[in-house]
């Protein structure tokens, strides 16, 4: 029998006979990931004036790290390497749109970012990426004083720490 999963970080729902591990859309853990209807996933949230400045630096990093991971899907120079950066570029470009929603905007931005054709590289500067994006995710949400801004925040500290991990095991 199969039901209808809900992710309430990004919104998704997932048809499957079991939640997933993690959200297949934003890779929110499975704490987050509910039966649809019973699901609460609300993006209509008040911002304080530190909220909204973190949202739009969220936005930004999301941006520009999901346009760095399609372009090194599509340049590195190691098979696996592609899927890697290909899963984590659809990752990071949900959860720009998880901030776009927040901020009420039409459309995402766009990024310019580079990368590199040595899978190594990619992998080092994944790594830096997702350094940063946590630490700032990790001071972003014990600024915040409302529960859902809070929730997103630390959620991505979790999500984003998964990444970290997976460039380190492979740079072992
Ligand atoms: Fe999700
Ligand atoms: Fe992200």
């Known amino acids: 029998?199969?039901?209808?999963?809900?992710?309430?970080?990004?919104?998704?729902?997932?048809?499957?006979?079991?939640?997933?591990?993690?959200?297949?859309?934003?890779?929110?853990?499975?704490?987050?990931?509910?039966?649809?209807?019973?699901?609460?996933?609300?993006?209509?949230?008040?911002?304080?004036?530190?909220?909204?400045?973190?949202?739009?630096?969220?936005?930004?990093?999301?941006?520009?790290?999901?346009?760095?991971?399609?372009?090194?899907?599509?340049?590195?120079?190691?098979?696996?390497?592609?899927?890697?950066?290909?899963?984590?570029?659809?990752?990071?470009?949900?959860h720009a749109s998880i901030w776009r929603k927040i901020l009420k905007r039409g459309s995402v931005p766009s990024g310019n970012d580079t990368c590199h054709t040595e899978n190594v590289e990619n992998l080092q500067e994944s790594h830096a990426r997702e350094t940063r994006a946590i630490e700032f995710y990790r001071k972003s949400a014990a600024e915040s004083s409302h529960p859902r801004i809070r929730q997103i925040f630390e959620a991505l500290v979790e999500i984003e720490t998964d990444h970290l991990h997976l460039s380190e095991e492979r740079l072992k």
Not at 26 to 38: D, F, L, T, V
Not at 76 to 93: M, Q, R, S, V
């Open 1 to 94: 029998m199969v039901k209808l999963y809900r992710c309430i970080i990004c919104g998704d729902a997932y048809v499957g006979a079991n939640p997933p591990s993690n959200c297949a859309f934003c890779g929110a853990h499975m704490s987050y990931i509910m039966e649809a209807k019973e699901a609460v996933v609300n993006f209509d949230v008040p911002l304080s004036a530190k909220d909204k400045a973190n949202a739009e630096h969220a936005l930004k990093v999301e941006v520009s790290n999901s346009t760095f991971y399609f372009c090194a899907a599509e340049k590195t120079n190691d098979p696996e390497g592609k899927l890697l950066f290909k899963a984590l570029g659809k990752i990071e470009a949900e």
